[in-house]
């Protein structure tokens, strides 16, 4: 009897794309002896199958007709990898409904629509594997999924996206402007042409959203996450963080709280001893507090070709173990919980805030009965640098409701010594 090769079709040959057809050539045959399955990456979907690739693609046959391999039966496992939220829905949708394995590293995609796919999935005795999705090459979606299963998570934290962290690192390296670390990000193709998902935190939110969904079990409305990016970082702020022991680093922060669950994406000032404080350039670190296992941090490359495609092929494997084995479908996890999502109002945290002040007697007793009044207290006042008879006030609350620090905020700007436009980020911890 002629021995079963397992037929492979992927969509999309961009990076990741290309990534996954040179690891295949790198190390196909490890990947069937490791799984004891033949496979076969036999179609690939582009949008321009005349388009120079940079992997040789002899091998492969390009296709411009997704139901090449959509409604191909003899197809059992199906790669997306082209991105975005349509055709990949439909496609992948589609492709499940005709009984193949998915496997995607699409965030935009599992963060909004996740929960109706492994809906799909299980109605029709497939699964859809997601690895790539999140942290680029870094395992953290399996062990969400599988290694921590008996533990609580607590809190989730993390460092998820490598275009910004490149920024913030190299405005703290280089002492440049966050406009001229954006455009060498761009140069050496860590941004994209368009960076704003990055930039503005929607893309960290996305992988705190699926992380957050298998580890608090439970369905989110991407809408409630509080998202904030890092747009307004200055090199002023870096320096000042930086000369009270921290770094500015975009954080997302996933944590179940006894009212209930918060998920908020910010600049964050972590302080430097913290080991968040040194994941740089375009890496990538998690932390997970469980009940059982304490703190565990996943680091690694959070992007790129191979890192993701080493991601994706885990990923082909597990479906091919399930082809294997004739399990149905693995594990699949659809959210079970309700759980009210926070707002940040209610939220505590430690503040730093920066204004410029006109350098005259009382500003210090205004601003002291502004915070008192909220019962804000302060942790730290720096009063340094006086530009054109103003002074740079720098300070640091303990930790407080956002509600009350907002109201005093709005009565510190609201006073007349007090100049526009404060910064303001949010301490770790
Ligand atoms: N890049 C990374 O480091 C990274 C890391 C983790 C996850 N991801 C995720 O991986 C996915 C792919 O990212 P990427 O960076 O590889 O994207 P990319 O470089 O833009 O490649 C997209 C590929 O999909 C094809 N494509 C796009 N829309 C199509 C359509 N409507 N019909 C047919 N083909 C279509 C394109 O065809 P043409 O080549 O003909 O234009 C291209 O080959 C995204 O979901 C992304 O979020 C990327």
């Not at 091998?59 to 975005?84: A, H, N, Q």
């Amino acid at each position: 009897m002629e021995k079963e090769i397992v037929k492979v079709g992927m969509l999309g040959m961009g990076t990741v794309g290309g990534g996954v057809a040179e690891l295949l050539k790198r190390n196909s045959r490890q990947i069937e002896e490791k799984t004891e399955t033949e496979f076969s990456l036999v179609k690939i979907l582009v949008r321009d199958p005349s388009k120079q690739r940079s992997v040789d693609l002899e091998d492969y046959i390009l296709t411009s007709d997704p139901d090449d391999i959509i409604e191909d039966p003899s197809i059992s496992v199906v790669i997306e990898v082209i991105g975005g939220i349509e055709p990949a829905r439909e496609y992948i949708s589609r492709a499940l409904q005709n009984g193949k394995y998915v496997i995607t590293a699409n965030k935009d995609l599992m963060a909004t629509h996740g929960e109706e796919l492994l809906k799909v999935a299980r109605e029709n005795k497939r699964n859809i594997f997601y690895e790539g999705s999140v942290g680029g090459g870094i395992p953290i979606i399996r062990p969400l999924r599988h290694s921590l299963v008996a533990d609580q998570v607590k809190r989730i934290v993390g460092i998820v996206n490598g275009t910004t962290n490149y920024i913030l690192t190299k405005m703290v390296e280089d002492d440049i402007s966050f406009e001229e670390a954006l455009s060498r990000a761009r140069e050496l193709g860590f941004a994209e042409a368009d960076p704003s998902n990055d930039i503005e935190g929607l893309d960290a939110s996305y992988k705190l959203i699926i992380m957050s969904g298998l580890a608090f079990g439970c369905n989110i409305d991407p809408s409630q996450v509080y998202v904030e990016g890092i747009g307004a970082v200055t090199r002023e702020d870096i320096a000042y963080a930086r000369e009270i022991g921290y770094v500015i680093k975009l954080v997302a922060i996933g944590e179940m709280l006894p009212e209930g669950l918060a998920l908020r994406v910010h600049p964050t000032l972590v302080s430097a001893e913290h080991p968040l404080a040194s994941v740089s350039n375009e890496f990538n670190a998690i932390f997970v507090e469980g009940d059982a296992v304490g703190e565990v941090m996943f680091y690694g490359r959070g992007a790129g070709a191979l890192p993701t495609a080493s991601a994706v092929l885990a990923d082909m494997a597990e479906a091919l173990r399930c082809i294997r084995r004739q399990a149905v479908n693995g594990f699949i996890e659809i959210a079970k919980k309700e759980i009210p999502l926070l707002s940040i109002n209610r939220l505590n945290s430690r503040f730093y805030l920066r204004f410029l002040a006109d350098d005259r007697p009382g500003v210090f007793a205004a601003l002291a009965n502004a915070f008192g009044d909220e019962d804000v207290s302060l942790d730290m006042v720096i009063q340094k640098r006086r530009v054109n008879s103003t002074a740079e006030i720098v300070l640091v609350t303990h930790m407080v409701e956002e509600d009350a620090f907002n109201r005093a905020l709005e009565k510190v700007v609201s006073l007349p010594a007090i100049r526009p436009n404060p910064s303001k980020f949010r301490l770790l911890g």
